[in-house]
């Protein structure tokens, strides 16, 4: 049976235009079967939800599991959408382990009274990501629940990846004083996006975020890098978070300077005029790398052959932590003074993914 | 560090006793790493949130990956629990598509103002359920929304199974007209242990959600019986949902027989006080079979072989469509009538699991 026919013969068609989600359409019954056929069939593919089409292709060499719901708020804004943003982020989540992203699901957690339409511009971006990034969407779920016991459209994706057989996976138990420590390019950018979008605020130039789907940089900086210890996406917490977490992690110190570090001028005369550390923005298109000395250079030029590391810089190098002090992530700031990067405690931008 | 140490130096802990989750434990910074510290490190089981712990062995055959997101109303109910519900629906999931469950990954997404004492049960039970499985969760995530923008904790659980290189996968495509159907026990006993919590019914026994990992069960199955053609666990929308969509997608009728379908009396009795019709409440520790009618006996006798199959019964059969007809279920009543079981568009009982 045709999927056109099967649609027909199951109920009248959903109103795409003015039609909003009901709490049948998480009932597991006929209306969520029709909610999943002609709002997600693009995207999931299979004909009937109780077709098993779930079996994948083993691949060879380790795998990795990654998961991470996103709750963005607004769920569109300049340069994506929640959609878009939910594959990127477990993409990236698993190009950070050194994998090579082979599959993922996705799962809705949708507000009683939440537009199809916007439902449906969802599903277009996801299929839209599928295509640009070739990773694709192997099996979802949907659940309703009641108007106030949500916001919108909550979603969770989860990745499967290989680790070729031929790599060593990436740990924090290899980085040590003296590495270097890279990021593909300007910091800050899908924080400052969000937080204009949501304050209305007007910038000469709109800034966009940065999401990006980094799966096939990392490839090329694992492939021709040998000295590539560890990889971590610098989201929520920012760039400052991540070091932090890695400086806590290992007992190791970490000392940037500040004039290396890419910012868009638009994003720091936007952090200037809002008073943010833009070292503190999510970000959702950049890693941070951490490289033998020896090699950094020509992972630098590497990463600047790609259309996402074009932009890419050293910005600072692991130390040994003085014996008295904890370990601690500092910045020489432009005028040769020193300054300690606190981890934030707190939430300055909350649901920023 | 020891992990004792680490969580003493990075602040004070977690009041676990009156505390509540806070917009700060989602930013991903101190607080988050310290959340998951104090509540999820029994769980998660490593030390730091940036250590790259999960790679995994690969398995020999076709990976198998299925998704869920649990939004149950209330998260404590008497059998189970939103932790235990959620790794036991997503094991199910993979034990019905055949194949051995392996991996599990687990995101949270919780409500500013949850109780920390409520998370560390909710993650007590998943140690627990880890536990009685053997099956662990590999990694996981932790957002937070505003007090009003969620409700207490959603769960989103992703499992990776493996299907053996001898077994074939199970696909709609192998139902044919005589085969039987059995399922492994009593049905029913979840949604109503969930609505009677809900209602605060007090019934002369408690009723407990039948909430029970299937994949020991479906193995001992899967190897001892050729003639299985497929697998499903009727949880939201029941047995007449389940079978409505197997009837809809092949093509093919049921008949069932009511006389045979395995009730608890306690369940029949609140169903007809209550008005409702027990083959669509949703079960969280059952499973349909189908398998051809040589070897119907020999599965029953097999299934109850197994704890979770001891009431196991053989229900109806496969039947061709009438050619004028649509294709249907149908349930033969005590009296020798028939009627059709409906495929419910409405929900009954929203947020069942």
């Known amino acids: 049976m045709s999927l056109e026919k099967s649609i027909r013969s199951i109920g009248p068609r959903l109103n795409l235009e ?5 709490m049948t359409h998480g009932s597991g019954g006929k209306n969520s079967y029709q909610l999943v ?7 999931f593919g299979s004909a009937h939800l109780m077709d098993k089409n779930n079996y994948l292709k083993a691949p060879v060499g380790d795998l990795v599991m990654t998961t991470d719901s996103f709750v963005v708020s607004p769920l569109f804004f300049p340069g994506g959408d929640i959609g878009s943003l939910s594959m990127h982020g477990t993409i990236n989540d698993l190009a950070m382990c050194g994998a090579q992203p082979l599959y993922l699901t996705i799962s809705f957690i949708i507000e009683e009274g939440f537009p199809l339409k916007d439902l449906l511009r969802i599903s277009k971006s996801l299929k839209k990501t599928q295509e640009d990034t070739g990773i694709k969407i192997q099996s979802g779920d949907t659940k309703v629940v009641e108007r106030g016991k949500g916001d919108g459209v909550f979603i969770t994706t989860t990745g499967v990846g290989i680790l070729p057989p031929s790599r060593q996976p990436l740990s924090l138990q290899a980085i040590k004083p003296k590495d270097v420590i890279l990021v593909n390019g300007p910091l ?11 304050a209305h605020l007007d910038f000469e130039t709109q800034i966009q975020s940065d999401s990006a789907a980094l799966h096939t940089l990392t490839e090329q900086m694992l492939t021709k890098c040998s000295g590539l210890r560890y990889l971590q996406d610098p989201t929520r917490g920012g760039l400052s978070g991540c070091l932090n977490e890695i400086s806590y992690a290992t007992g190791l110190s970490i000392e940037l300077d500040s004039k290396k570090i890419p ?17 503190v923005l999510a970000n959702e298109g950049k890693l ?7 090699c950094a250079e020509d992972l630098l030029r590497e990463m600047k052959t790609h259309s996402l590391g074009q932009n890419a810089a050293i910005i600072g190098t692991v130390v040994e932590s003085v014996e008295s002090q904890t370990p601690r992530v500092t910045l020489r700031t432009p005028y040769g003074g020193q300054k300690i990067l606190n981890w934030l405690s707190g939430d300055q931008l909350p649901r920023i993914c």
Chains 1, 2 share one sequence.
């Open 263 to 279: 910012l868009r001028t638009d994003v720091r005369a936007a952090c200037e005029l809002l008073g943010i550390d833009p070292l």
């Open 188 to 198: 800050g950018d899908h924080g400052i996006a969000i937080l204009a979008h949501r």
């Open 37 to 43: 056929k002609e709002i997600f069939s693009d995207v």
């Open 288 to 294: 941070v790398a951490i490289c033998s000395a020896d």
């Open 18 to 22: 003015t039609g909003l989600i009901d």
